[in-house]
């Protein structure tokens, strides 16, 4: 029977193992990446491919321009944020302190299982009846636009961003709490001078997280953004972020051909992109921690 102190080394040797690994895995799909993207920067200036707009692969001689897909990206990125940010945060409050104890308690789950939801059953609501009803609201040509994408990802990052924020406020110590109400502070003078600040550093890693999966989210803007690859010039748009691309044309592209790794380059600089955003965020959710403390 092991005792306590070979527990504890087994358990110190399997961690170390399955964090060797999970670190291998990374750089092979980093140097993968590396080694299926790079080589389309032999024929396509790098300047070119990531700040032209134009994306003709079965053009002869083929067009690599990945900036209108860049910018694609980046604005349903950030209309996901706009849209997503205010409504999880507001939820977790509500669900903090305006919602009755016995209904946030109900309430808490099915927020949390709406996270599970499927990203191809988010793109088909989007389809089906967002997209109708964008069409008939806004006399719009498509109803498969930017506004579409940027609402399905936001309905996708909300519940993440709720349910971990509603976590971090109900982790608040009470007695800071009970010590603003005791000197004569509203409860939502008390949430947002007090628990709102204590609480910054979990609403942030929400706020990673949610994004991230939006970031890389394939599926709804494959079905919901419209695949036009042109850079938008108002939300109404249609837009074809890097993620939709890669996921419509890597089945078409040749192995070995300048498509496949045009296409492989683009993983690449999404990859960077996230982990870019991830870095960052986590160095500001790092300082606002400290600086919360």
């Not at 406020?169 to 009470?174: A, E, F, Q």
Request: charged content about 10%.
């Amino acid at each position: 029977m092991l005792n306590y102190r070979s527990a504890d080394t087994l358990f110190r040797r399997a961690s170390g193992t399955v964090a060797c690994v999970s670190v291998l895995a990374l750089t092979a799909i980093v140097l993968f990446l590396l080694a299926q993207g790079l080589p389309i920067f032999k024929d396509v200036p790098i300047g070119d491919f990531l700040f032209t707009t134009d994306w003709y692969p079965t053009d002869e001689p083929p067009v690599f321009g990945l900036g209108a897909m860049i910018v694609g990206s980046f604005a349903a990125a950030v209309l996901t944020a706009v849209i997503a940010v205010p409504l999880g945060v507001l939820t977790a409050a509500a669900l903090h302190c305006a919602v009755p104890a016995w209904a946030a308690r109900i309430l808490k789950p099915v927020i949390e299982l709406m996270a599970a939801l499927p990203s191809v059953v988010i793109g088909f609501i989007g389809m089906v009846i967002v997209a109708p009803w964008l069409q008939e609201t806004f006399n719009l040509p498509t109803g498969l636009n930017l506004f579409n994408a940027g609402l399905m990802l936001a309905f996708m990052c909300i519940p993440t961003i709720a349910s971990i924020s509603e976590d971090a406020l109900r982790n608040v110590p009470g007695a800071l709490r009970e010590a603003s109400l005791a000197l004569g502070a509203t409860r939502w003078e008390t949430l947002c001078r007090v628990e709102l600040r204590w609480a910054m550093g979990g609403i942030g890693t929400s706020v990673m997280l949610g994004l991230s999966r939006a970031i890389g989210e394939t599926m709804v803007v494959l079905m919901v953004a419209g695949g036009a690859g042109i850079i938008p010039e108002s939300i109404f748009d249609p837009v074809r972020p890097m993620t939709a691309g890669i996921a419509a044309e890597m089945a078409e592209a040749a192995v070995g051909g300048e498509h496949y790794h045009a296409l492989y380059a683009a993983g690449l600089l999404l990859f960077l992109i996230t982990f870019a955003f991830n870095l960052a965020a986590w160095y500001f959710t790092r300082r606002l921690s400290l600086r919360s403390a």
